[in-house]
């Protein structure tokens, strides 16, 4: 009884296992850990950088604050753009 119980709860990799084989690894399963690590280090680097910086904290929170605006702004305008030229395309191809 327990030989088939046994049995019956092997799957692939077991059986793969005691040939000395493995199943192929996915290429996410490869890239997912190495940009986690990656992600890791970036994080670490900026707040590295920000302890470092020759401004105050003050200071480096507002020109963070200015440049985030300033892509908002430019974002925005793309968008803006795209809608607009979007619109000039559809209205031209009705007529």
Known sequence: MDT???????????VLGALGLQTRRSVAEYVLPVLGVFGAG???GVG???????RSGRELRDELGRQ????????RNAVNNAINTAEQEVTSAQH
């Open 48 to 54: 590295v950088g920000m302890l470092a910086a020759p």
């Open 4 to 14: 088939l119980r046994t049995l019956r709860n092997l799957d692939k990799d077991d």
């Open 42 to 44: 970036l994080l670490v």
């Open 68 to 75: 985030a605006n300033n892509a908002r702004d430019r974002a």
